[in-house]
């Protein structure tokens, strides 16, 4: 350790909160903690130089569930648990619109579209389609789900799509350098490539102790989701998502969400290029890892349905590829809670971190009278 006492004095002395994760669930309890405790000295350790899990890996969708989503859960919960869950992401979506503005995260609303590989599985869920209207009528206030034609001509699919009519999209870059302007602002202290390794509670007090220095809090928060299961004893399972997006397409006529598989798969154009990512499905086991990185077997899959469905007569070349790193469970509720004395977690986002992670930093928050 070779820290001055002014570094030891300014970022590392007489902190009242300490944040583990510096993704869209620890800077909202950050900008939520500094309302609440305006005075307060906040730390927030993040182990990548980025936010290193999924807040700025994912795919940019502000959805909340596509129709075979919903039905799905219907199976496994009451319908008033499913009204609840889209409930909250509807909030947590117009929570984060709000915070940032819509401009600044590029927010779209060009609708989303389920695409169904078969007549059968089309008209199974088209069965549904009025009875889940009527459950979320209540939030939107009008239908949600409605039809419509091929009219992006992909191919291999079933010819009517399922259009969720409120689904939209962000630029996940933007939201998370916009959350990060803010909390900055407020004095938050935001310290990258630390790792938080273990903690000990020592009555007030919490002794962290990371990779870098060991130094006391009085309140841990830990909202790292995919990664929670290496601090906390809850259950949470990692889930690798793995994404490519292609070089600009000439006139690419592809505008919206899709969801492919029962949203194992998942496009959107971003401006002329076309982002696509998903095949979890493929190898469950595989993909329950922390680890970043790609696999022979998804990446193929991918690419085989960017050029048999998605883009059948148009030639394009993958740019980039990455994964991300969800945290997931049996149940679709989000994990917040106080752990211990002065120990708080908000984890388990189920995929839907742009839809509620801000939603669970503010009630991660709150947990601290």
């Known amino acids: 350790m070779n820290y001055s006492y002014w570094e030891l004095k300014e970022w590392f002395t007489n902190i009242d909160f300490t944040i583990v994760g510096s993704g869209i669930v620890g800077l909202n309890c950050a900008l939520e903690l500094m309302k609440n405790h305006p005075k307060a000295k906040i730390v927030i350790l993040e182990k990548g130089m980025l936010p290193q899990g999924a807040s700025t890996k994912n795919a940019g969708f502000a959805c ?11 199976n496994s919960h009451t319908e008033k648990e499913v009204f609840n869950l889209v409930d909250k992401r509807w909030k947590g979506l117009q929570l984060l619109r709000n915070n940032l503005g819509d401009k600044n ?6 609708k989303g579209f389920e695409l169904c590989e078969s007549r059968h599985f089309f008209e199974e869920c088209i069965s549904k389609k009025t ?22 001509g992909f191919q291999k699919v079933h010819q009517k799509y399922i259009v969720n009519n409120f689904e939209g999209q962000i630029d996940t870059g933007k939201m998370a350098s916009e959350l990060l302007k803010k909390v900055q602002h407020l004095g938050v202290k935001i310290l990258n490539n630390i790792t938080l390794k273990s903690f000990v509670e020592n009555g007030s007090k919490i002794n962290i102790k ?9 309140k841990l928060f830990v909202a790292t989701n995919g990664f929670a299961s290496q601090l906390l004893d809850d259950n949470v399972k990692p889930a690798r998502a793995q994404v490519l997006i292609t070089k600009p397409i000439k006139n ?8 492919l ?9 971003i401006e002329d290029r076309i982002l696509f990512g998903g095949g979890r499905n493929l190898d469950f086991k595989t993909e329950e890892t922390t680890e970043f990185g790609q696999t022979k077997i998804i990446q193929n899959e991918l690419e085989r349905i960017l050029k048999e469905t998605i883009l059948p007569n148009t030639k394009f070349e993958i740019e980039y590829r ?19 004395n002065n120990v708080f977690c908000g ?17 991660l928050a709150n947990l601290v009278v």
């Open 210 to 218: 990371t990779n870098r220095l060991d130094f006391y809090t009085n």
């Open 131 to 152: 009875q889940i209207n009527q459950l979320l009528k209540p939030i939107f206030k009008q239908d949600v789900f409605s039809i419509s034609e091929n009219t992006f």
């Open 252 to 259: 690419l006529q592809i505008k919206g969400t899709f969801h």
């Open 64 to 74: 909340f569930g596509s129709l075979s989503e919903i039905i799905d859960d219907l």
């Open 347 to 363: 984890v388990r986002l189920g995929g839907m971190g742009i839809a509620i992670g801000s939603l669970v930093g503010k009630e």
């Open 105 to 110: 995260i590029d927010f779209q609303q060009n």
């Open 261 to 269: 598989n029962k949203g194992y798969y998942y496009f959107r154009n």
């Open 322 to 340: 990455w994964s991300g790193i969800m945290g997931v469970g049996n149940q679709k509720n989000a994990i917040v809670k106080q752990v211990s």
